[in-house]
């Protein structure tokens, strides 16, 4: 049986804290193996800039507990885990671009076409979205390859994280519902939150499509806490720009429902994930896994 | 023996032609038969006016031309060379961006982000990357379809196609000579050409490395041609916008030897794809192969 990273009972936290000392090597090594180290010096270093500078690492650490919940050893989910940040990475370069979200702030630091220009900003991106599937490519398993990169791009794509970010520029200054919100998070954070779960799930051999309910309320979870936290935190505590919801006229939990009702959401949120949880077939990590949805509501208190 | 498309004896114009007649109808296909049917309906159109608005469609055609020259059946590389298109198609939009070559009129129409807005046009250029590997990962023989992604990957990536149109922007009113302009086409354009050989001849079960020699001089003779054309026909003869390469102070072929010096660069690039013809393995087609250089260079005429 595999060694596990931590006990199966104990919090996300510790979880995630012991994920960042397999991930971050993992990331760095990517970006050298790959054909990344072959591309011109200021597109690696924007790349760098993107993928390196800091993050909670959250989706690589989903794909390594899905990965060992079934008995898998972690080393087996790192190229998803991998994929699935170089995606939010990338995610992140281009929804920052003037012509998105104008953001100039990131992790505390200045965002990719601030720090390298516009062009590369894009071209970095570009990048970083091929270089998630030639990590996945790079397999020795190709089915795993194959099925995780199937799955990886669906999520990454029209019907998740691009259609999402499509619905979410178009509602801007609309007042939507919390089902037109609902939608919009489900597609633009919980898809690819969720396929973090199910590439894990594969690496393991396991069905992703076992992880839909759980993953998928996860997902919701996390955006409806960023909508809380963009809300009622400061720039400084968040390392990004706060407020920018409002100032945007975004749709979100809390202009459908108001910041008492977008936290109750919240909490709805968490008990759907718990009880899907009931559901999973898997080995071990299910106290990690229960404890996963307090991990992000703990985050708005 | 899986049925030619035409005749091994033939001009490769003609297999072109030959070949858009299987290809249009597996493009439209794979914008119904993937994720990108569920995604926001401007999204949906953003994509098909990139993906479905004409084109000579050479890639796919390459794709389709290496897997019967090596005996197997043209459906077999449909995946590769719709993948191929799509990757060609997003790194148009993304170069026609105001940041990047900031261009209004594709294929005589619109450029895409001139039709549905910037955001929407980086957004579905990050699409169309995505859904090329959606399509490739949808193949049932897991080893082909993980192969041909990390061929793609590569060839799209850092050390290829994004690498290369950095390196073009870069260049951007600088002098350089021959070889730094070698480097840029090597890159830029003739990466996914190539590609779109090694994809076909992978689908036919045939090692894609043995392309290499033949598809890079292709790949840099087509680039050499755009080089030409772009200096020496209007826009109304090229359904995109002439003269821009001097108009932007971009580094070619013909701002690094003049416009007749070019063309005899050219030649030497048709004579040394013609030499690497002699070393591949193929059952069929040499014909066409050896056709290709001679059609490309007929373009300036």
């Known amino acids: 049986m595999p060694e596990t990273l931590t006990p199966t009972r104990g919090s996300f936290a510790a979880w995630l804290e012991a994920c960042g000392r397999q991930v971050e090597p993992a990331l760095e090594r990517a970006c050298r ?28 650490a989903l794909a390594l507990l899905a990965c060992e919940a079934h008995g898998g050893a972690a080393e087996l989910a790192l190229p998803g885990a991998v994929a699935c940040e170089m995606v939010h990475a990338y995610s992140l370069v281009h929804d920052d671009l003037p012509c998105m979200d104008d953001d100039v702030l990131r992790r505390g630091l200045p965002t990719v076409h601030v ?19 030639e990590v996945l490519a790079a397999q020795p398993d190709a089915a795993t390859a194959r099925d995780q990169a199937g799955l990886l791009a669906a999520a990454a794509g029209p019907a998740g994280m691009v259609g999402g970010q499509q619905l979410d520029l178009e509602a801007e200054g ?12 489900a597609a633009k954070t919980a898809a690819l939150l969720a396929v973090s779960l199910q590439l894990g799930a594969r690496a393991a051999g396991a069905d992703p499509a076992a992880w839909t309910a759980y993953a998928g309320a996860v997902g919701r979870l996390f955006q409806a806490t960023d909508d809380l936290l963009d809300a009622t935190r400061t720039t400084a505590e968040l390392g990004k720009t706060a407020g920018k919801d409002a100032a945007h006229g975004k749709a979100t ?4 429902l108001g910041l008492e009702a977008a936290g109750r959401a919240a909490q709805d949120l968490g008990r759907e994930a718990r009880a899907a949880l009931e559901d999973l077939p898997i080995e071990r990590h299910r106290g990690l896994l229960a404890d996963l949805p307090d991990y992000l509501l703990n985050r708005c208190r």
Request: no cysteine.
């Open 33 to 60: 193996s790959t054909s990344l180290a072959l591309g011109p010096a200021k597109l690696r270093q924007a790349v760098s800039h993107a993928l390196l500078s800091g993050g909670k690492r959250v989706r690589p």
């Open 115 to 133: 720090a390298f220009g516009e062009a590369t900003a894009v071209l970095a991106g570009d990048a970083l979205l091929g270089l998630a599937f």
């Open 174 to 185: 609309r007042a939507l519902d919390v089902a037109g919100v609902a939608a919009i998070h």
């Open 253 to 256: 939990l809390v202009s459908a």
